[in-house]
């Protein structure tokens, strides 16, 4: 039997959940026992297989056309889509901005500040991607299992990837499920 | 009684019970958020809803009365799911993201309640509307993002401190939690209770000493009471590392049923003064840090010439100190110094004259629970809403239910925008007052006791005369205690500071003459002063101070203040020993100094306003080389080799308490 393909990216986040995978120590090389690991940012490959993974994980909210086209692109490849922290499930932090709008944020950010020198500017570089509201995974592309946490401890990212390694549904209750 | 089937399961509940109530009775739980047992059924956020058979709908069981026959289902598919949309509905209507939220994480009922129904997610995304944050307040920030609307703090400041200050503001989705007429809680009419926080289940009321600074499973809980007056409350002190986190009413206490008042919740918190960590003496005229042993020797070496002399050494005690303390202070001081000058801090300002008058009559002050069902409340002398905040509380909450309040002070006060007629009698014209409101009530046929008055009409006159008040206002006042059912009468260091018996003894006439003291019935209490007020008036600490030839004074201060007057009148002794936890300007003058624990360091008993005998317990530990207050007081009596005898039990019952004792 083949290992199941596991790929990962991030989007609108702070890279801690990936960082929270990491934590799990020694019990990565179960999960590499029970897994291929495809694309994610901390291996080589670019970006998920054409051919298509069996999971697709996504840390991090979508918050501009970027991190929309990562987010199709991982739904497009996988066949099961895990959102996988506070912000791919609720939108987290980087959604409080949607209380005041993204222009006002950046003004914020790049002028009003104090800490930004007299004279800045917010960047207008024609290739960067445009902003849009803050959304959960599940706004844009539908979600097989929601994993909240911020980030969400190594055990509950141990237990989610074994039990979808070995066929089966995670439950997350209990222990398992915090939204903190 | 009613026959009512839950989850197949069979109950019988009084009538009226609630489907929640007899639930929670039949050991069943169902999730709830508005919902909370010292405030009445609100039904705002329906997560308690279940399955009656022949409804049509889902029913909100905190609101639904259990009726016979019956039958409930709390936890089918359909209910669940309903649930999880109400909990989807609450979570997308304002700010409820978690990582940074203070209650995150054990400490929010709306989190715990998303988990409880295993929601990984929010099927519906927020509406991201901004609400106002409101952080005018010294104790706590209402930030309205935060708030789900289930009004349990506006029901609260209604309905338990009875002060109404807080109010839902515009309608739907835009519905806000606002103090009086929306100004900021900081300038509102707010008196810094706290209650509104403590019922919060969410993020929306924030403890500004508390948060961040761990969650509930990180601190321990010590049950207690609180010493902060003598309305005795009981409390939940929360500790993280040996220091107070935070002060909470506890539910079941049995004065304050979860309430406390701004001194209660947050003086322990606040509290700024300096701590004396070692015993010093004045060395050349400096304060110097000694041993215990030092301290203690040179203590007994000066007394030990002044024991069995009646102007030897004078001592005050504070009445914060336990009944335990008290006790052996005045055996020391009174008993085997026989010094003639051994008193309370207090003096017996808020207790003499009701303890002499109690020594003639017996009992003859009513319980706290009395309030709660007075349908008129007459407070004469006594600021409630300043000096004992809980004791107002128990009437003013059934204010809107009709219940009358008289406000008789001669400065306008705090609890006069609540009175239904408010006197400002001119200074010292009680007296007069009280016999006045006797002679229109037996004048104009109203009383209840035989009490007849033969000068009526110049008494009256006289009255109106002493108090400044208009003949029509006195009547107004005298009618409206006559005519009702079930009146109080309230009294505090208004009355007791004149230390004249004859002041109580006419006021307990009064409360005869309207039916506030009947049989049964004892209508008629004083609010006393601090925490161990009727300990020290029973033990006889409750003379006037006053030096008189005196060669030395002890004043064992614990954790109190020093009044400047107190400063003044003992800094003349030529030697003065103080047990004290801060540093004060009686601490600069002292000779000695004796380091103490403060109240959560240490344990004893405390005897409340109506009689109630409770136990403070040790919450902290004290720092190294600081000892607890009895254990001070006990050490000076070894050193001169007095041995202390007496059960403080005992010899509270000497005196005859102006009030039962349990």
Same mark, same amino acid.
């Given at each position: 039997?083949?290992?199941?393909?596991?790929?990962?990216?991030?989007?609108?986040? /702070?890279?801690?959940?990936?960082?929270?995978?990491?934590?799990?120590?020694?019990?990565?090389?179960?999960?590499?026992?029970?897994?291929?690991?495809?694309?994610?940012?901390?291996?080589?490959?670019?970006?998920?297989?054409?051919?298509?993974?069996?999971?697709?994980?996504?840390?991090?909210?979508?918050?501009?056309?970027?991190?929309?086209?990562?987010?199709?692109?991982?739904?497009?490849?996988?066949?099961?889509?895990?959102?996988?922290?506070?912000?791919?499930?609720?939108?987290?932090?980087?959604?409080?901005?949607?209380? /005041?709008?993204?222009?006002?944020?950046?003004?914020?950010?790049?002028?009003?500040?104090?800490?930004?020198?007299?004279?800045?500017?917010?960047?207008?570089?024609?290739?960067?991607?445009?902003?849009?509201?803050?959304?959960?995974?599940?706004?844009?592309?539908?979600?097989?299992?929601?994993?909240?946490?911020?980030?969400?401890?190594?055990?509950?990212?141990?237990?989610?990837?074994?039990?979808?390694?070995?066929?089966?549904?995670?439950?997350?209750?209990?222990?398992?499920?915090?939204?903190? | 009684?009613?026959?009512?089937?839950?989850?197949?399961?069979?109950?019988?509940?009084?009538?009226?019970?609630?489907?929640?109530? @007899?639930?929670?009775?039949?050991?069943?739980?169902?999730?709830?958020?508005? @919902?909370?047992?010292?405030?009445?059924?609100?039904?705002?956020?329906?997560?308690?809803?279940?399955?009656?058979?022949?409804?049509?709908?889902?029913?909100?069981?905190?609101?639904?009365?259990?009726?016979?026959?019956?039958?409930?289902?709390?936890?089918?598919?359909?209910?669940?799911?309903?649930?999880?949309?109400?909990?989807?509905?609450?979570?997308?209507?304002?700010?409820?993201?978690?990582?940074?939220?203070?209650?995150?994480?054990?400490?929010?009922?709306?989190?715990?309640?998303?988990?409880?129904?295993?929601?990984?997610?929010?099927?519906?995304?927020?509406?991201?509307?901004?609400?106002?944050?409101?952080?005018?307040?010294?104790?706590?920030?209402?930030?309205?993002?935060?708030?789900?609307?289930?009004?349990?703090?506006?029901?609260?400041?209604?309905?338990?401190?009875?002060?109404?200050?807080?109010?839902?503001?515009?309608?739907?989705?835009?519905?806000?939690?606002?103090?009086?007429?929306?100004?900021?809680?900081?300038?509102?009419?707010?008196?810094?209770?706290?209650?509104?926080?403590?019922?919060?289940?969410? =993020?929306?009321?924030?403890?500004?000493?508390?948060?961040?600074?761990?969650?509930?499973?990180?601190?321990?809980?010590?049950?207690?009471?609180?010493? =902060?007056?003598?309305?005795?409350?009981?409390?939940?002190?929360?500790?993280?590392?040996?220091?107070?986190?935070?002060?909470?009413?506890?539910?079941?206490?049995?004065?304050?049923?979860?309430?406390?008042?701004?001194?209660?919740?947050?003086?322990?918190?606040?509290?700024?003064?300096?701590?004396?960590?070692?015993?010093?003496?004045?060395?050349?005229?400096?304060?110097?840090?000694?041993?215990?042993?030092?301290?203690?020797?040179?203590?007994?070496?000066?007394?030990?010439?002044?024991?069995?002399?009646? %102007?030897?050494?004078?001592?005050?005690?504070?009445?914060?100190?336990?009944?335990?303390?008290?006790?052996?202070?005045?055996?020391?001081?009174?008993?085997?110094?026989?010094?003639?000058?051994?008193?309370?801090?207090?003096? =017996?300002?808020?207790?003499?004259?009701?303890?002499?008058?109690?020594? +003639?009559?017996?009992?003859?002050?009513?319980?706290?629970?009395?309030?709660?069902?007075?349908?008129?409340?007459?407070?004469?002398?006594?600021?409630?809403?300043?000096?004992?905040?809980?004791?107002?509380?128990?009437?003013?909450?059934?204010?809107?239910?009709?219940?009358?309040?008289?406000?008789?002070?001669?400065?306008?006060?705090?609890?006069?925008?609540?009175?239904?007629?408010?006197?400002?009698?001119?200074?010292?014209?009680?007296?007069?007052?009280?016999? =006045?409101?006797?002679?229109?009530?037996?004048?104009?046929?109203?009383?209840?006791?035989?009490?007849?008055?033969?000068?009526?009409?110049?008494?009256?006159?006289?009255?109106?005369?002493?108090?400044?008040?208009?003949?029509?206002?006195?009547?107004?006042?005298?009618?409206?205690?006559?005519?009702?059912?079930?009146?109080?009468?309230?009294?505090?260091?208004?009355?007791?500071?004149?230390?004249?018996?004859?002041?109580?003894?006419?006021?307990?006439?009064?409360?005869?003459?309207?039916?506030?003291?009947?049989?049964?019935?004892?209508?008629?209490?004083?609010?006393?002063?601090?925490?161990?007020?009727?300990?020290?008036?029973?033990?006889?600490?409750?003379?006037?101070?006053?030096?008189?030839?005196?060669?030395?004074?002890?004043?064992?201060?614990?954790?109190?203040?020093?009044?400047?007057?107190?400063?003044?009148?003992?800094?003349?002794?030529?030697?003065?020993?103080?047990?004290?936890?801060?540093?004060?300007?009686?601490?600069?003058?002292?000779?000695?100094?004796?380091?103490?624990?403060?109240?959560?360091?240490?344990?004893?008993?405390?005897?409340?306003?109506?009689?109630?005998?409770?136990?403070?317990?040790?919450?902290?530990?004290?720092?190294?080389?600081?000892?607890? %207050?009895?254990?001070?007081?006990?050490?000076?009596?070894?050193?001169?080799?007095? +041995?202390?005898?007496? %059960?403080?039990?005992?010899?509270?019952?000497?005196?005859?308490?102006?009030?039962?004792?349990?």
């Amino acid at each position: 039997m083949t290992k199941p393909k596991v790929s990962s990216d991030w989007m609108c986040g /702070c890279a801690g959940c990936h960082m929270s995978l990491l934590d799990m120590d020694e019990r990565i090389l179960k999960v590499l026992e029970l897994v291929e690991l495809r694309a994610t940012p901390i291996t080589d490959m670019k970006e998920p297989d054409e051919s298509g993974v069996d999971v697709g994980i996504l840390e991090g909210g979508i918050n501009n056309t970027a991190s929309e086209e990562v987010a199709h692109r991982m739904r497009n490849r996988s066949k099961i889509l895990v959102a996988l922290g506070d912000c791919a499930v609720f939108g987290g932090v980087p959604a409080m901005r949607n209380f /005041c709008g993204a222009q006002a944020a950046l003004q914020l950010a790049y002028v009003d500040a104090d800490s930004n020198e007299p004279g800045s500017q917010i960047p207008n570089d024609p290739e960067l991607a445009t902003m849009t509201k803050t959304r959960a995974v599940h706004e844009v592309v539908p979600v097989d299992f929601n994993v909240p946490g911020c980030p969400p401890e190594a055990d509950v990212i141990f237990y989610v990837l074994a039990e979808l390694a070995q066929g089966r549904k995670p439950e997350l209750k209990d222990e398992l499920l915090h939204w903190h | 009684m009613v026959q009512i089937t839950i989850n197949e399961k069979q109950i019988e509940v009084p009538e009226g019970t609630t489907v929640l109530g @007899a639930a929670k009775m039949a050991g069943i739980h169902i999730p709830t958020l508005c @919902a909370h047992k010292e405030l009445s059924s609100f039904g705002g956020c329906r997560l308690c809803i279940v399955e009656v058979k022949g409804f049509r709908v889902p029913m909100a069981s905190c609101t639904l009365p259990a009726s016979n026959g019956m039958v409930v289902e709390t936890n089918t598919e359909a209910i669940k799911k309903s649930r999880e949309f109400i909990l989807s509905m609450l979570f997308s209507e304002r700010n409820h993201f978690c990582p940074f939220c203070q209650v995150s994480g054990g400490d929010c009922e709306l989190q715990n309640a998303a988990y409880h129904e295993e929601m990984t997610h929010w099927p519906i995304q927020p509406g991201w509307s901004d609400f106002t944050v409101d952080t005018s307040h010294p104790y706590f920030i209402l930030d309205n993002n935060r708030c789900i609307l289930c009004r349990r703090c506006v029901r609260a400041c209604a309905e338990l401190a009875g002060n109404f200050t807080l109010a839902l503001a515009e309608r739907g989705t835009a519905s806000m939690v606002v103090a009086d007429t929306n100004v900021p809680l900081g300038e509102s009419t707010c008196i810094k209770c706290g209650s509104c926080v403590q019922v919060c289940p969410t =993020g929306a009321l924030i403890d500004r000493n508390s948060a961040y600074q761990g969650h509930v499973k990180d601190m321990d809980e010590i049950k207690s009471v609180c010493v =902060g007056c003598s309305v005795g409350c009981s409390t939940r002190i929360m500790v993280r590392n040996n220091r107070i986190v935070r002060i909470e009413g506890d539910w079941e206490g049995a004065v304050n049923h979860g309430v406390l008042c701004e001194r209660g919740r947050y003086d322990a918190v606040t509290e700024t003064r300096k701590r004396i960590t070692t015993p010093q003496i004045r060395k050349n005229g400096k304060l110097e840090p000694v041993s215990w042993d030092e301290a203690l020797g040179i203590v007994a070496d000066k007394f030990r010439p002044l024991a069995s002399n009646k %102007n030897g050494v004078a001592a005050l005690a504070s009445t914060r100190l336990s009944a335990e303390s008290l006790n052996v202070f005045k055996e020391l001081f009174a008993d085997k110094f026989q010094s003639d000058m051994v008193t309370s801090l207090e003096e =017996g300002v808020p207790t003499a004259s009701v303890t002499s008058f109690a020594g +003639k009559n017996g009992a003859f002050e009513g319980k706290l629970d009395v309030l709660r069902n007075a349908d008129t409340v007459m407070c004469i002398g006594a600021n409630v809403n300043h000096s004992h905040m809980v004791v107002g509380f128990l009437f003013k909450r059934n204010l809107p239910k009709g219940t009358r309040l008289i406000n008789i002070s001669p400065e306008p006060n705090e609890l006069d925008y609540l009175a239904n007629i408010t006197l400002n009698p001119k200074p010292k014209s009680d007296l007069a007052l009280i016999k =006045g409101l006797q002679a229109i009530i037996v004048k104009e046929g109203l009383g209840r006791s035989p009490l007849t008055i033969s000068n009526a009409d110049a008494l009256i006159k006289q009255a109106v005369k002493a108090t400044g008040a208009s003949l029509e206002d006195l009547t107004r006042t005298a009618q409206m205690l006559a005519h009702s059912i079930s009146p109080v009468i309230l009294f505090g260091k208004g009355i007791t500071a004149q230390r004249d018996e004859n002041l109580v003894e006419e006021l307990h006439r009064l409360a005869v003459l309207v039916g506030a003291v009947d049989g049964e019935r004892f209508g008629l209490l004083s609010v006393k002063g601090e925490s161990n007020s009727l300990a020290a008036t029973l033990l006889g600490l409750d003379a006037a101070f006053n030096l008189n030839g005196h060669q030395a004074v002890y004043v064992a201060l614990g954790d109190d203040y020093a009044s400047k007057s107190l400063v003044e009148r003992v800094s003349k002794a030529p030697y003065l020993v103080v047990q004290a936890s801060y540093e004060s300007s009686l601490t600069e003058k002292a000779d000695v100094i004796l380091p103490v624990s403060i109240w959560a360091e240490q344990e004893g008993h405390y005897m409340n306003l109506d009689g109630r005998t409770q136990k403070a317990e040790k919450a902290l530990t004290p720092p190294e080389n600081v000892r607890d %207050n009895l254990t001070v007081l006990s050490e000076v009596a070894q050193q001169m080799n007095l +041995k202390m005898e007496t %059960n403080w039990q005992k010899a509270v019952l000497e005196r005859k308490s102006s009030v039962a004792l349990n």
